[in-house]
């Protein structure tokens, strides 16, 4: 699924699929991809994260059988695709996500945070 981002005659085009984690940073966010890619977009976090949820809604309506929402907002500062996160410490602070090539990703959030990412992801 394609976010599309809209802003001063140009589009930025977010891949889900290929989605590891959003980095806030001040008014512009930071996607990072499974592939090691990672650029800078000019809308600030909170934007971003309203057009995922709109392009999420809008798949949901095309297909009621398409993936749930995978890509959440944690804290702040970044929002992570739950399909990556392999490992959560709230003793050392960490979520570690994996990338296509087998590379960890360390995140370091403050423990009430972690401790809701495990209670939102533990079945």
Do not use: C, W
Not at 21 to 37: K, P, Q, R, W
């Amino acid at each position: 699924m394609k976010i599309y981002l809209t802003a001063y005659n140009e589009l930025f085009i977010i891949d889900s699929e290929q989605l590891l984690y959003l980095e806030a940073d001040d008014h512009y966010t930071i996607v990072n991809y499974t592939s090691g890619a990672k650029f800078m977009v000019p809308f600030g976090l909170s934007r971003v994260e309203a057009a995922i949820s709109d392009a999420f809604s809008a798949e949901t309506e095309r297909n009621p059988k398409a993936q749930s929402r995978y890509i959440i907002r944690v804290g702040r500062k970044f929002m992570l695709n739950m399909n990556r996160i392999f490992h959560i410490s709230t003793m050392k602070q960490v979520v570690v996500l994996v990338d296509d090539h087998g590379e960890n990703h360390s995140l370091h959030l403050p423990k009430p945070i972690l401790r809701t990412l495990i209670d939102t992801l533990s079945p």
